[in-house]
């Protein structure tokens, strides 16, 4: 029998496990995972890949500056989704759309390429602004999630159509406006494509500090978390879904331009960009910037080393693989939040 005067006490409960401290553990170790993972598949190729050494470093240059613009091309379309729930389909007519504003300014109006770029930022923004306002802010609202779908698609055909009867299928050239290239570990890197990736991570991180460190990003966080909530508080939920928008939209704007020189235009350049740029987002982690940053990287890597063993569309082949790979590990891809 118990003696209730007893003075010994129980053992104290174990105090439950910080999840805020276990999220950011895992918000570091996921991505160191990811980048040895991936350093230890380039090492093999190097040691038993049976390519010549010079030609797997130039693969590999080559991807991780194509894996930057592929990121930021994914960035917005992440962003979209992470605030308004919205997939984007209208995203590679998009950025083909900045693209042919960048091409007219320069052969028309006798801009240097990255001026150009420049002007067509705030252009596509306040495009992405009123397409966002005129057409999906009430849909968004009253929690459509097919009438959005269907918008967007619909805004892709437009734009690619218009495009076509102002432009014609021919395929045409941006004039760059740098010359030369550079010795990269004993890759050969093109001026143009160094400052298309330093372009795409400057806008990257301008985009993680704007979301992080400023009264606005926090607003978007919060219409993200829950809008509801967030209009309760008195956050304009329709300004914060116009403004993000429009800020997807200028981050095409700044991928088209960065990309214009190096590629051939026709009206349906941007659609190559979507597929990858979905395959990006999810492998990711849907709604997180650096997961995208992180997804386009891996992908260009995958994409151009891939080639070297599976030329043509063998090498989309695999960058599927891989990305049925880590989503049967992941399913809420490399940064996401588990569900």
Do not use: W
């Amino acid at each position: 029998m118990t003696d209730p005067t007893s003075t010994a006490t129980a053992p104290a409960p174990e105090a439950p496990p910080d999840r805020g401290t276990q999220r950011r553990t895992s918000e570091v170790a996921v991505p160191l995972g990811v980048m040895a993972a991936v350093v230890v598949a380039l090492v093999l190729v190097y040691a038993v890949g049976q390519r010549a050494t010079d030609l797997v470093t130039q693969s590999i240059v080559t991807g991780l500056l194509l894996g930057g613009v592929y990121a930021l091309v994914s960035v917005g379309l992440t962003l979209i989704f992470g605030v308004l729930g919205i997939v984007n389909f209208a995203q590679g007519a998009m950025l083909t759309m900045a693209m042919f504003l960048v091409y007219e300014m320069t052969t028309s109006g006798g801009l240097p390429v990255y001026v150009a770029t420049l002007l067509a930022v705030p252009i596509m923004f306040l495009f992405g602004v009123v397409v966002q306002a005129a057409l999906l802010n009430k849909l968004t609202l009253a929690g459509s999630h097919e009438g959005p779908l269907l918008v967007t698609l619909g805004l892709s055909l437009l734009i690619i159509n218009v495009l076509l009867m102002i432009f014609g299928g021919r395929p045409l050239r941006v004039p760059g406006s740098v010359d030369g290239s550079v010795e990269v570990f004993g890759a050969v890197a093109s001026y143009e494509r160094l400052i298309a990736f330093g372009g795409a991570l400057l806008v990257a991180v301008a985009l993680l500090l704007l979301l992080r460190r400023t009264s606005f990003g926090m607003s978007i966080r919060a219409v993200s978390a829950n809008a509801e909530g967030a209009s309760l508080v008195g956050v304009d939920v329709r300004r914060i879904y116009a403004l993000t928008f429009g800020i997807g939209a200028a981050c095409v704007a700044v991928a088209g331009g960065l990309m214009a020189p190096f590629l051939s235009l026709t009206p349906t350049v941007g659609e190559q960009f979507t597929i990858l740029a979905f395959v990006i987002v999810v492998l990711g982690g849907l709604g997180s910037v650096t997961g995208a940053l992180l997804g386009g990287l891996v992908i260009g890597l995958v994409q151009t080393v891939g080639a070297l063993y599976f030329p043509g569309t063998g090498s989309l082949i695999l960058v599927f693989a891989v990305f049925v790979l880590v989503l049967f590990f992941r399913p809420q891809g490399i940064l996401g939040a588990p569900q």
